[in-house]
């Protein structure tokens, strides 16, 4: 895999509507090269104010440590309509999502609590506003998102929203 050094006032690559192959895209061990993250947005340059479910779009992306962000699709959120924080529309959401590891919103709501108990989506809640900060405060805390995710995979639930910047007050619900 090629490795480029990431720097903050480079654009983020576009892969377009692409994906990379299963077998990447699954291969999340510790120590792991990629982890794919869905951020929720309704302009496509800020993130969406309101709860990540209610957002028009996610922007997924695939995030390296020390490499520029990858975006790998824009998806529609063709169920935002559904009633708010009712356990259908996570379970529509996740499988618009379904082969993301991450989810990327402003706000934590108790979808983001039952993501973290139930599912092996990591649900991480940021502190800013322009999708360009928000992939920089991931890939540069790109260590504790991939520890959490490569628990999840191993079918482990670790009970932690994470919090950035500030990767030290990641919230546990246990």
């Known amino acids: 895999m090629l490795r480029v050094r990431y720097d903050p006032g480079q654009k983020v690559r576009d892969r377009g509507e692409g994906q990379l192959p299963v077998s990447t895209a699954r291969s999340l061990e510790l120590g792991m090269e990629t982890v794919r993250v869905a951020i929720a947005s309704n302009d496509g340059t800020t993130l969406a104010h309101s709860h990540m479910g209610d957002a028009t779009s996610f922007l997924v992306y695939d995030i390296s440590r020390g490499a520029a ?36 919103s402003g706000r934590m709501s108790p979808n983001f609590k039952k993501l973290a108990a139930q599912t092996r989506f990591q649900p991480v809640v940021v502190r800013t506003e322009q999708i360009d900060e928000v992939l920089k405060l991931l890939v540069g805390s790109f260590d504790a998102v991939a520890h959490l995710v490569a628990a999840r995979r191993r079918g482990e639930r670790p009970q932690t929203v994470l919090r950035l910047p500030d990767e030290g007050s990641a919230t546990s619900l246990g």
């Open 69 to 104: 962000p990858v975006r790998i699709a824009v998806r529609d959120n063709t169920v935002r309509h559904m009633g708010h924080a009712g356990s259908g529309k996570m379970g529509s959401v996740a499988r618009i999502l379904d082969d993301v590891d991450v989810f990327v």
